[in-house]
């Protein structure tokens, strides 16, 4: 059986694959429809950012050993508790943090991890194995076996880049734009037409409809108080906004803050990143409160790796493997997840060992945030990290 | 003479006859139709004048005439530091500025070696050579992302053409010792104490049988064989270090023996699976997405009792009743070169700078010398998704916006067709600074659409001309400009 096929069949019959004994439970709940009212955010850390110094592991010596200059001193970091602190840069995520709405999920990677860039996010974009090459990305597949409601401007939108990642692939409607105006303005040029031809044809005749959908459905403009950041990632997020501020809905939304491979002069480079990742996540929060969608959002970091514990000769780290990433959004179980993994035991080439599988996390945005199921889509059980509140 | 007499004479006339009339039927003019469908899909494009010509000429003269234009050298010289192999320099050992400096020169070279390969595409007059030379950079998949040395991207890109109508056995065993193919899959450096699987695996799946028709044990017995090869990177040499080889016997595909490099792939290539694997991928380039299995055992057939020779494989391709049916017409999505070279050369555009094109190729999902993964460009309906699309119609709509002489240097760099790559700011900053200079572009539309207006029939014609099926939108397009416009942003210029 074709490999699709076989999963979109586990996904419709709302059926997860056997054995494990909460099975029952996860069936249940993967029996009632998908809910889509909530939002999935998705922030993608191009370049891989590094989740030593985001998350900082002040009291352990190794940390200190491993990078005697790139280090974040012990005096600057924000101590959320005994071992763990905040990058300086991100003092703005402390009122969430205090909220109890930050979740920091640590030691997040996969077995056999990739570094190089490209291989890698095609592995997270995928939900792949590291040996394994699939087509499309891993919400295309969700949305196959659980589809969003058909009055949705698309199931997802793709802001700042043309590359669509986990909406890769066909059978889905998504849609790449940098700002609603000009994607409304360039949206014309897909014109109605009737569905008929062969098969190439009515592949192209329905992106052109899928096209002019999410157009009429994304042409309101909200006056936001908000005050986004002015730089790239700002205006990412207003768009973002601007996007979900239309009531024809929509499934997740994806923003990209590149700029993470930083082999050479780190602390700079990512002390201007995690501000800018602080402020747009800030204005997220403010932004969706005014439309009063902050308890339906969850937003997810992610990104193709972390980086090295040990500091190279340029000032910087190079790639790594397992990092840490973060959850915030209305519901979300803030606190630590996950595990930091042990600075002492590294692999070959001195990279740490991975505590949660990346599916995992999807696997907790599948099932206990939108309640669709996550052994087809993901090819597998993966237990979901509870940084969701029930 | 009584009629016994005639009798042996009459014996041979029936199948002379029958001959004949085989030989008559296949010597019939292709006609217009069959002459454009057959240069559009091997030659990017068709002129009236070309179709003209080839419309007198059989299916079996046409293509051979295409084949006899093949050249297995570009025409365009390549880039002046192509021509020295230089040593690539330790970024770690450099200070921040020589860093960047070396950097911008690695950018720099990339982006000519695309422009380059760019305007080779535009002005060979061999368009099948290059056809043909993408089709097999997709093929045996090496990327620059991985390879880094341009200069051995450019060497592969000479293998490749220098074989792409040629013999497939000898390309096979020429890509496999291609320092840049060493490179992308670990060849390079693999021993005998730890066996590289990654070329052994991928020449099985993806270069010559396909999954299914090998085992995991025959892959590493082919990683046995293929041990002891290395690429000097600093003279770009590739070297053979016999220690490092596993000299031992192995078993493969049930025999034995001391095989090495070239023993396994001619081993691979005794399996029948090779030759259908291949003519299967040639259909999906040139007929339609969905071979047809008994014209596959055709095909193969020819291509084995060729002993791997591409042009015969090719002709009986481009003869063959499926290539020429209706139900296949417009059934093939074109790549983004297919549509960008295509129309450029359809309309005889003079183009000045190709950066800002290859600029363009990239955002649309085909970046010369960077296929995403070793599979290469999955192709067909994968071309065209939201973003593609929109990019695709945008490309067409600035194209045709001005009339006569226009510039679209402006146009073409600007902000929507700019690269939007957080992170990759050296990049879009390149790419722009490149297309920023003469991106000056010119279309004689008076001159292209005389005949067209000239003729009583010229909307029909127009249409007939760019598009492999009815149009979608049901207003007929005038001999203008604006018609031009229209027809190529009709959904039906998406397919070939």
Redesign the interface.
């Known amino acids: 059986m074709h490999r699709r096929k076989f999963l979109q069949w586990f996904g419709a019959a709302g059926m997860t694959l056997p054995a494990a004994p909460g099975c029952f439970a996860a069936a249940s709940k993967a029996a009632a429809p998908a809910d889509y009212r909530r939002l999935l955010i998705l922030v993608e850390l191009?370049?891989g950012n590094d989740g030593l110094n985001t998350i900082v592991p002040y009291a352990d010596l190794a940390y200190y050993a491993h990078r005697p200059r790139l280090a974040i001193p012990r005096e600057q970091v924000l101590q959320l508790d005994d071992r763990f602190g905040l990058h300086p840069s991100l003092a703005a995520l402390l009122p969430l943090w205090k909220d109890g709405r930050l979740a920091l999920i640590q030691g997040v990677g996969y077995p056999t991890p990739n570094l190089?860039h490209?291989?890698s996010i095609?592995i997270w974009d995928t939900a792949s194995k590291s040996d394994e090459?699939l087509?499309d990305g891993w919400l295309t597949r969700s949305f196959a076996a659980a589809a969003t409601p058909r009055a949705f401007a698309?199931d997802g939108v793709?802001v700042?880049?043309?590359e669509?990642g986990p909406l890769?692939?066909?059978g889905t409607?998504?849609?790449?734009l940098?700002n609603t105006e000009?994607f409304l303005r360039?949206?014309r040029?897909?014109?109605p037409?009737?569905l008929a031809?062969?098969?190439?044809?009515a592949?192209?005749?329905k992106?052109?409809a899928?096209?002019r959908q999410?157009a009429s459905g994304l042409d309101a403009r909200f006056d936001f108080r908000t005050e986004f950041p002015k730089n790239?990632?700002g205006n990412a997020v207003k768009t973002a906004c601007q996007v979900i501020a239309n009531p024809a809905g929509v499934a997740v939304v994806r923003v990209?803050?590149?700029?993470?491979?930083t082999h050479?002069?780190q602390l700079p480079v990512q002390a201007r990143l995690l501000q800018d990742l602080a402020d747009g996540i800030v204005a997220f929060r403010s932004a969706l409160t005014e439309l009063s969608r902050w308890d339906d959002t969850l937003l997810l970091t992610y990104a193709e790796f972390g980086r090295r514990v040990r500091e190279?000769?340029?000032g910087g780290t190079d790639h790594g493997t397992a990092s840490v990433h973060l959850a915030t959004g209305g519901r979300v179980a803030g606190g630590f997840h996950g595990e930091q993994p042990s600075l002492a035991q590294l692999d070959g080439e001195g990279n740490v060992q991975h505590a949660i599988d990346f599916r995992s996390v999807y696997a907790t945005a599948l099932e206990r945030w939108w309640g669709i199921p996550s052994d087809g889509p993901l090819g597998g059980r993966f237990t979901p990290v509870e940084f969701v509140k029930t | 003479m009584s009629a016994r007499d005639f009798e042996p004479c009459i014996r041979l006339l029936f199948p002379l006859l029958a001959i004949l009339l085989a030989g008559f039927a296949c010597a019939q003019p292709m006609g217009r139709d069959e002459a454009r469908l057959l240069l559009t899909r091997s030659s990017f494009a068709a002129s009236e004048g070309e179709v003209d010509q080839f419309s007198a000429l059989s299916r079996e003269q046409a293509v051979d005439r295409l084949l006899s234009w093949v050249k297995p050298e570009a025409s365009v010289p390549p880039p002046p530091w192509t021509a020295t192999y230089d040593r690539p320099q330790r970024e770690t050992l450099m200070s921040l500025e020589a860093r960047e400096a070396y950097r911008k020169e690695q950018l720099r070279r990339a982006l000519e070696l695309r422009a380059w390969w760019f305007a080779e595409m535009l002005t060979t007059p061999s368009p099948l050579t290059e056809k043909l030379t993408l089709f097999w950079h997709g093929h045996f998949v090496s990327a620059q992302q991985k390879v880094r040395i341009t200069h051995l991207m450019y060497r592969q890109n000479q293998v490749l053409r220098h074989h792409a109508l040629g013999n497939f056995r000898a390309m096979l065993h020429a890509i496999a010792r291609d320092p840049a193919m060493l490179i992308y899959l670990d060849t390079a450096g693999s021993r005998s104490e730890a066996p590289n699987e990654n070329f052994a695996r991928e020449v099985m799946e993806l270069f010559t049988l396909g999954e299914g028709h090998y085992a995991e044990r025959d892959i590493k017995e082919a990683a046995r064989a293929l041990t002891g090869w290395g690429v000097n990177r600093d003279n770009g040499e590739v070297v053979f270090r016999p220690r490092q080889h596993d000299a031992g016997v192995k078993t493969l595909f049930g025999r034995v023996g001391r095989y090495d490099m070239d023993a396994v792939l001619d081993l691979l290539l005794e399996k029948p699976e090779a030759a259908e694997f291949i003519a299967a991928k040639l259909w999906k380039e040139f007929v339609s997405p969905t071979p047809d299995p008994v014209e596959i055992r055709r095909l193969a057939s020819v291509f084995r009792n060729a002993d791997y020779e591409i042009q015969p494989l090719l002709r009986a391709l481009l003869t063959s009743g499926a290539f020429y049916a209706q139900a296949n017409r417009g059934t093939l999505v074109k790549s983004p070169v297919d549509l960008l070279v295509g129309t450029l050369r359809e309309f005889r555009f003079q183009v000045n700078e190709p950066a800002p094109f290859v600029a363009a190729l990239r955002q649309l999902g085909q970046d010369l010398f960077n296929p995403p993964n070793v599979k290469g460009w999955p192709g067909g309906d994968a071309w065209i998704h939201s973003a593609s699309l929109l990019g695709r119609k945008l490309l067409l709509e600035r194209l045709f916006r001005f009339e006569q002489s226009g510039s679209m240097a402006a146009a073409m760099q600007g902000g929507d067709m700019a690269a939007i790559e957080p992170g990759r700011s050296d990049a879009r900053k390149s790419a722009r600074a490149q297309g920023g200079m003469n991106g000056a572009i010119e279309f004689d539309s008076d001159g292209w659409l005389a005949g067209f207006r000239a003729s009583p029939d010229g909307a029909r014609q127009l249409s007939a001309a760019l598009l492999p099926l009815p149009p979608v939108q049901a207003l007929a397009a005038q001999p203008t400009l604006a018609g031009i416009r229209q027809l190529v942003l009709d959904p039906a210029y998406q397919l070939k």
């Open positions: 191009k370049g190089s490209f291989r095609e090459y087509q698309a793709i700042g880049s043309n669509l890769a692939g066909n409607r998504a849609i790449a940098n000009q360039q949206a040029l897909a014109a037409h009737g031809g062969n098969r190439a044809l592949h192209i005749l992106v052109e899928d096209i999410a790239d990632f990209t803050l590149g700029g993470f491979d050479q002069n190279n000769m340029s």
